[in-house]
């Protein structure tokens, strides 16, 4: 069976991996919806996630990016789905990413490559004080968790958003 005959396809993986823009081309390709998380979070929120992670703290965050993504789920349109970074540090989620009819891609990307990316945005406050220190932490805490709910890995390293959306389409077919 083709894999992205699923009803939706999951991009999960590590802050700057490029699971926006490869959300973006993959959702043209496939000729579906795309729902970014954080796209979605700071829309219906009205504010950026910077601000909601500093009014209010990270666990208010986590709670409206479980709340997303079961509403990105639920979706009856087949769509592509660019999961939050840190969704699958919930045992909710990824219970949730399981038991869903979609097929889960875990973006892999190196934590030097990381680090080139998110050094140009100012939108991760995760990342305010020690930029590489964090990013290793947190790939250290999470890459077991993404392998647990990945159907299939695709690396990003070295590159560009069309080679990783047609890989991503290789492991769909």
Not at 1 to 17: D, I, T
Not at 114 to 120: D, G, I, P, S
Not at 139 to 167: K, M, N, P, W
Request: proline share 2%; aromatic share 4%; net charge negative.
């Amino acid at each position: 069976m083709n894999a992205c005959a699923a009803r939706h396809v999951v991009l999960v993986g590590m802050m700057g991996v490029g699971k926006s823009s490869v959300g973006r081309a993959l959702a043209a390709e496939l000729g579906r919806p795309l729902f970014d998380s954080d796209e979605m979070i700071e829309s219906d929120v009205g504010r950026t996630v910077r601000e909601i992670w500093t009014a209010d703290g990270e666990a208010a965050f986590r709670a409206l990016e479980t709340a997303t993504l079961l509403r990105a789920l639920a979706e009856e349109e087949p769509s592509v789905i660019a999961a939050a970074g840190g969704v699958v540090l919930s045992d909710r989620n990824r219970e949730a990413l399981r038991s869903a009819d979609a097929h889960i891609v875990w973006l892999l990307a190196d934590v030097e490559v990381l680090l080139e990316r998110v050094r140009a945005g100012g939108h991760r406050p995760l990342l305010d004080d020690d930029p590489e220190r964090t990013l290793q932490r947190m790939y250290d805490e999470r890459a077991d968790l993404y392998q647990e709910v990945a159907d299939a890995v695709v690396s990003v390293d070295h590159r560009s958003i069309g080679e990783v959306t047609r890989a991503v389409m290789r492991c769909c077919a």
